[in-house]
């Protein structure tokens, strides 16, 4: 069992920045793939990005490719997102979200990861 909680959410100007965290308690971090997803009103939850075990390798929508940069580090257990150059489309509740299975193109898709956070409200005014 983990548990997984988010933070850094908030408002932010259109081309601004915002930080997120997600803390992660439990069995060992490391031992997880580790996944960002967001979910905007009246749509379904979406895959932002993921990351290896190691944090070695990354795969990110296409959406966010070249603004978001995801990074972790295990020895404090967290995950981050960092959200550059943001835009009004980036309205969402965020989650992260941890899965005991290995890095593969699975990593997109929601039924592949085993834990999820509360989520954090993210909110790019333009």
């Known amino acids: 069992q983990v548990q997984l909680v988010e933070s850094g959410g908030g408002l932010a100007q259109a081309g601004g920045s915002l930080r997120l965290s997600c803390a992660a308690s439990g069995r060992t971090f490391s031992s997880y793939t580790m996944g960002w997803f967001r979910q905007a009103p009246g749509k379904e939850r979406e895959f932002v990005v993921a990351i290896s075990r190691s944090g070695g390798r990354t795969y990110y929508a296409d959406s966010v490719k070249g603004r978001f940069t995801i990074s972790r580090d295990n020895a404090k257990n967290t995950v981050y997102l960092q959200m550059n150059s943001l835009k009004s489309e980036d309205t969402a509740v965020y989650y992260c979200?941890?899965?005991?299975?290995?890095?593969?193109?699975?990593?997109?898709?929601?039924?592949?990861?085993?834990?999820w956070g509360q989520g954090t409200q993210v909110t790019v005014s333009s």
């Open positions: 979200a941890a899965s005991l299975a290995g890095f593969t193109n699975a990593a997109i898709e929601r039924s592949y990861y085993d834990y």
